[in-house]
Each structure stands twice: as structure tokens, then as C-alpha cells.
């Protein structure tokens, strides 16, 4: 049973646009968030996080938004860069120090 | 030097050979993970251990067995490997921040394993 979900494998859009990768989880009892980046070759590197007392965090480019009623998170990249592409995984704990739960990723392509 | 070492970075092994993936951390982190990356299911946790005297299963741990043998180093060992344990196999440590509550993760570069 997959308790976080990404249902897009893949995304592409051009240069200087908004990147809007998708996050669903069934799993009432996560209360953190996280998004990672990997690049092929390489191991995914953390680049935002949200907590559920929070509905967004922003750190530059990168927007994180969760929805908790609705069970669900995204990430807005803007403007998206050729260098961003790459896969983006979601992952949530269940509590402070709980081992994360990945999604399936999403494979983002931004075309210049 | 990588803080998450992971050796080796390639591996072809045949059916029924035992294999040992080793991961070293230079982090001083408490807590490390195996976890395998497959196309189309993404992360899935194989094993965990939050200090050198815990192990604990993951997602999918059947026909994977760990070592903890210090808090630097974790091995994970498939005794008889099978076709489908092929796949990008990742090293992670992670430290709890307790201000934030929240809980970085730095993984290792991969392992690729195929079982032929």
C-alpha cells in the first residue's frame, strides 16, 4: 500500500515557467514533509520541508503547500531553470524522528 | 570525501550469490537506512537502524539481512540474491533536529546492483 503517492512520473515545461510537481498521502498520522531532488548518478539531496502546523514555506524559487484536509502537497518552482531538471521525490514522517516514507517521484524536464 | 560512502558503486552478481553492500558516514549520525530505488515505485525502505544496538525492518526486508557494526557503518547483505533484488540500492544517515523537529536525511551516491 503506498501511503505517499506522486501519480505523475513525469512533467516537462519550458524556461522561465512555474513547475507544479504533485504529492497525495493516505496516511493521517504524517505531520512532516519533505521534498528531495536527485540528479542521475547521484543520491536524492533534501530541498524543502513543511511541517502540518504549516500550510506553505518558501525558500527562494521553491514554494512548498500542504493541504491537510485534502491529504495533499505540491511544490512551485518558478521560474523554472534547464537546471532543475531532474526527479523530485516527496516524503513524510509520521512523527518528530519518524523514518520518512517516499513517493514514486517525478521526473521533471524543463526545456530551455 | 563523501560524508555517505557507499561501496561499491556497480555491481553484476549472479542468482543465489551472497552479496554485501557497505555504507560508511563520516555525518556522526545516530540513524542509518537502506532504502531501493525501482522505476515507477520510487523510495521503499528496506532497513533502519536509529543506533548501533537497533535494527529494525522496513517496507520490504525479505531476503535482505543488515549489520550495524558501528555507528559509522552499515552493511546490508542479500544471503541468496534473486533477479528482482536488481535495482539502485541507497545509503542514508539522518539526524533529528530537535529546534525544528524535522529530520535531514543525506544519502550515499548508489549502488547499482544487478542479478543476473
Known amino acids: 500500500d503506498q501511503q505517499v503517492k506522486q501519480n505523475s512520473p513525469s512533467l516537462s515545461v519550458q524556461e522561465g515557467r512555474i513547475s507544479i510537481l504533485n504529492c497525495d498521502y493516505t496516511?493521517?498520522?504524517?505531520?512532516?514533509f519533505l521534498w528531495y531532488k536527485k540528479y542521475p548518478a547521484e543520491g536524492p539531496t533534501f530541498l524543502i520541508s513543511?511541517?502540518?502546523?504549516?500550510d506553505k514555506n518558501e525558500d527562494g524559487r521553491f514554494t512548498v503547500f500542504l493541504n491537510k484536509s485534502a491529504k495533499h502537497l505540491s511544490l512551485h518552482i518558478v521560474p523554472s531553470q534547464p537546471g532543475d531538471s531532474a526527479v523530485y521525490f516527496c516524503?513524510?514522517?509520521?512523527?518528530?524522528?519518524?523514518?520518512?516514507?517516499f513517493g514514486q517521484g517525478t521526473e521533471l524536464s524543463v526545456k530551455p | 570525501d563523501a560524508d555517505v560512502t557507499q561501496t561499491p558503486r556497480n555491481r553484476i552478481t549472479k542468482t543465489g550469490k551472497r552479496i554485501m553492500l557497505e555504507c560508511s558516514q563520516t555525518?556522526?549520525?545516530?540513524?542509518m537506512y537502506w532504502y531501493r530505488q525501482d522505476p515507477g515505485l520510487g523510495l521503499r525502505l528496506i532497513y533502519y537502524?536509529?543506533?548501533?544496538?537497533?535494527?529494525n525492518k522496513g517496507e520490504i526486508s525479505d531476503g535482505y539481512s543488515v549489520s550495524r557494526q558501528a555507528q559509522a557503518k552499515f552493511s546490508l547483505s542479500l544471503e541468496s540474491a534473486i533477479p528482482n533484488q536488481t535495482a539502485l540500492y541507497f545509503c542514508?544517515?539522518?539526524?533529528?533536529?530537535?529546534?525544528?523537529?524535522?529530520?535531514?536525511?543525506?544519502f550515499g551516491s548508489g549502488t547499482r546492483l544487478t542479478v543476473v
Open positions: 542514508a544517515t539522518s539526524d533529528f533536529d530537535k529546534g525544528t523537529g524535522l529530520e535531514g536525511y543525506t
Open positions: 496516511n493521517s498520522m504524517f505531520d512532516y
Open positions: 513543511i511541517s502540518s502546523i504549516k
Open positions: 516524503a513524510a514522517s509520521a512523527y518528530q524522528g519518524g523514518k520518512l516514507i
Open positions: 555525518k556522526g549520525h545516530d540513524r
Open positions: 537502524s536509529f543506533d548501533v544496538k537497533d535494527i
